[in-house]
Structure formats: C-alpha cells, structure tokens
C-alpha cells in the first residue's frame, strides 16, 4: 500500500493508467545510463524490469495520461471531447511524487508519459517540461523517461523537453493522410511529420557534438559552417555551467519550481552540453484496423518512417472500437490482433534482414498471410531463388531463408571454414529445420527430395505450424489442396 500518497492521487492514477492502456509504444529503454552516485535511478540499454498488464502486454515503466481531457473529437479515441467520461488531470507535482514512490518501491524503472491536450498543444508540453524538470532537477530521477510528443507544439518546447527525457515518440495515428482526416479532423499530417523531422535534425546535432559518428544516416554538413555552429554552442556553456550551479542551489532551497519557469521563460535549457538530445531516439504509432488501409501500405509506410525520419520503432496496436461511431468498424468485433502481429513480423525483417515493403507485398497481393509468417510468404513467392547451399551462399542470402536468423547465420559462415555442414549441424546451431529444409541444401543435397512447387510447399508449412488445418481456403497467390499420404513419399 502506498500510504504516502493520498487517495485523490490514487483515484487520478486508476483513471490515468487504464485511459493510457491503449498506447502500446512501451519497450526497453535503449538509453545506458548507469547511477552517479549523487542522483537517483538508472537506465538500461539492454531493458529494464518487465511486467505484463492484464490485456497480456508488457510494459515496464509507470504508464500513465497527464490528463484525459482533450479538446479534440478523434473518433477511435475514448477521450475524445464529446465522450462522457470522468475527466482528471494531474499536476507536475503528483506525477513526480507517484513516479518516485514508485521506483522506491521497485515497481517501476521508468515513466512512459502521454497526455490529451488542454487548452493547446503549446499549453500542454509545457505542463510536460515541467513535470520533467522537476524529476530530474528537484527529485533528482535518473531513470528512463518516454514522453509524447504533441503535433502543434513550438519546436522551443520540443527543443527543451527531448534534453529531459530519453525518447521521445509522436503518434502517426493512421497511415494515411486520407485515413486521417476521416477518423481524427482535428489532426492533419503535417503537423505531425513536422514534430518528427525535427525531433530527427535535432538528435543529429547533438549526436554530432558530442562526436558519436553511429548515426544510422549521417548528416554532412559544409566544413566550415559546422565549426562555426561548434562554437556557437561551446560559447554558451560557460553561461549553462554558472545556471547549473545556480539550480543546484535553488533545488537544496526548494525553488526548484519557481526556476523551471524561469528556465522556460529565459530558455537558458534549451542547449545542454551535458547531455545527448533524446538519446533513444524517437518512435511512432500507427492504429491497424481502424480505417480500410492494407498491410501494404501500411509496411509501405513503416519503411518511409525508418528510412525519411530515422525512427528507432514503428509500432502497431490493433484497433480496439470503445466508440459508437457508424465510420468505425461494429464494437464487438475482435481486435485484428493476428494482422498486428504479422505486421511487426515484417517490420522485424525491414529492419534487420534487409527486405523492402515492396518484396513483401504489391499492389497485386495486399495482405499478408493469415496461416504462414511473413518470410515463408515470400521464400514460397520466390522459388527461383532456391534451393540456397549453406557452404556457399553469402550472408544477406542465407538471411532470407525460412527459419534461419541472425544468430544462425552467423554461426553458420564461422563454422563452415573448418568442416562442411550437415542438416543435424545446422539443427544444434538454431536452425529451424522444419520450414528451412525446403529452401536449402547441403554440400548439393537437399535433406529430403522433396519438390520446389508453391503449393506443396505452402501446404507443408501450414501443416508444421498448425497441424489441425488440413483443409484451407483459396488464395489469389496458390489454392491449398487437401494433404495427402503421397506428399511424404520421396519421389
């Protein structure tokens, strides 16, 4: 029981909590930043504690709203302004005092901090600015903090805040701009890609003050206009050394308050030497199933995010329907949690195997397959490309067959210098034999003789993964015929 905060507080947090389970942007911290020794808390750039919330997902920081009142109408969204629901709102202070107790009490290793908006967007992140300030500077907490970013909000603000906190993320919503404007009026794309490209520019320059060259893209920039920028900011740091030791005063005295305003009104935080701008980079959300966009385009999307933005992760939440609106799809249908998934699974081979949105899907074949993942879906597409032979195909081939991964192809190419690889070899290194065995051979021998046809392929792979489908429907890519008898005869 935590007998340190009041009810009022408790009643804020239960109404808070359960209005932020929709925002499904909650993963390990990316940011390593061990204690100092003077202030509290740490960050993780393996993760941090992990615990699972009662609709199954993990999550492992206090995720909680600022505040549930909004002044726009999105209608997919439970908090929009013409819903009738308990409206509450917390102060900087309380968040504060419920992130702290809760980290004493090592329930938490980090505050994930969304908000509706009040008044503006401006109004808003500058409530947000405060409550950060005020954990890092009067509370002294070290550890991870994901904020959202709000669409409309000056970039001073934005600025400020993303040296406070070590992700940052603003919501795409849906992936269309058309798709946009049917269920959420009040949001147009340009107001939050232009969040997004600064939050990018901004995490550039401060990565290439500090001279961290690890950038997914580098920005060049002219010569000598970069050391003229260099000196620029080195001018100031006199100025931001003397105002940390003024805030380190303040804070003792308990004025902590009182300067955040101060900084926020003289913008004296705005550069911070010490300290990477938003070092876990930024993220994004988009809502799957809300509007009629397909998995094309939708991946299509996620790739442009990754690629244009520098997004650290794009992620996926099923469309859950908590309103009566006649352009949203019936309240009661299952959210398409089969089609999150098998979108993150083809996020994952964007991100890590080197596949493109368009080898994945096309404009012919939408949507994905509800019975194999991602990969087969293409190996099955693409027989050309196989067989592969593991004692001779280069790394990004090998990556691009079912059931082998990184791991193992790593694994792989190390131990063939030194003996040549059998199918059990290959098995005690974590391939997956029972989807690889179709695309591969060893030493020029498959391990079964089996046929390179699309559909005996397919029906085999649905058959290894869910063994009571015997009988599947038609689909434009192959049609999957009854299993039979013969199939498991060598030829």
Same mark, same amino acid.
């Given at each position: 029981?935590?007998? &340190? ?26 940011? &390593?930043? &061990? ?140 992936? =269309? ?16 890609? =232009? ?166 899907? &096309? ?77 591969? =051979? ?26 009571? =489908? ?22």
């Amino acid at each position: 029981m935590l007998t &340190s905060i009041s009810a009022d507080i408790m009643e804020k947090l239960k109404i808070l909590s359960d209005a932020a389970k929709f925002d499904v942007a909650c993963t390990s911290s990316g940011a &390593s930043r &061990s204690g100092n020794g003077t202030d509290m808390g740490s960050a993780f750039a393996s993760g941090i504690c992990h615990s699972f919330t009662a609709d199954g997902r993990c999550i492992s920081l206090l995720k909680i709203l600022f505040t549930n009142e909004c002044i726009y109408d999105c209608k997919y969204c439970i908090n929009r302004c013409t819903n009738d629901v308990e409206r509450v709102t917390f102060t900087p202070e309380e968040v504060c005092k419920l992130t702290v107790e809760f980290y004493r009490r090592n329930y938490i290793e980090g505050l994930f901090l969304s908000s509706g908006i009040i008044e503006s967007p401006e109004h808003t992140m500058q409530l947000l600015y405060t409550t950060l300030f005020l954990l890092r500077n009067k509370y002294h907490f070290n550890g991870y903090i994901h904020i959202k970013g709000i669409p409309g909000a000056s970039s001073e603000v934005l600025e400020m805040i993303g040296y406070l906190c070590d992700r940052m993320s603003v919501n795409l919503e849906l992936p =269309t701009a058309e798709g946009l404007r049917a269920v959420a009026p009040n949001k147009a794309r340009k107001n939050i890609l =232009t969040p997004m490209r600064f939050i990018q520019n901004g995490i550039k320059d401060s990565r290439m003050y500090h001279g961290n060259s690890s950038m997914k893209n580098r920005m060049y920039i002219d010569e000598q206009a970069y050391y003229e920028q260099m000196a620029e900011i080195k001018d100031s740091t006199a100025r931001l050394s003397e105002y940390h030791r003024s805030l380190r005063v303040a804070t003792d005295c308990g004025k902590a308050d009182k300067l955040a305003q101060k900084s926020w009104e003289s913008g004296l935080s705005i550069k911070r030497p010490d300290r990477y701008y938003v070092p876990a980079g930024q993220s994004t959300q988009m809502i799957v199933g809300a509007t009629g966009e397909s998995d094309y385009q939708i991946i299509s999307v996620a790739e442009a995010m990754y690629n244009r933005f520098d997004m650290k992760r794009v992620f996926y939440s099923a469309f859950v329907n908590v309103n009566m609106d006649e352009s949203l799809p019936g309240i009661g249908q299952p959210p398409p949690l089969k089609r999150e998934h098998r979108l993150y699974q083809a996020d994952f081979l964007m991100r890590f195997y080197g596949f493109k949105a368009g080898e994945l899907l &096309s404009e012919d074949n939408q949507n994905f397959n509800d019975y194999i993942d991602p990969k087969c879906q293409w190996a099955v597409g693409h027989l050309e490309c196989f067989p592969v032979e593991i004692m001779t195909a280069d790394y990004y081939t090998l990556l691009r067959v079912p059931g082998i991964g990184t791991n193992s192809v790593r694994r792989i190419i190390k131990a063939r210098k030194h003996a040549k690889l059998s199918f059990t070899d290959l098995k005690k290194m974590g391939v997956v034999l029972k989807r690889a065995l179709y695309f591969i =051979t060893c030493d020029g021998r498959m391990m079964y003789n089996t046929k390179l046809d699309e559909s005996y392929i397919t029906r085999h792979l649905i058959y290894n993964e869910r063994p009571d =489908t015997m009988l599947l429907a038609d689909n434009k890519s192959c049609t999957y015929e009854q299993m039979s008898i013969f199939d498991f005869i060598s030829e």
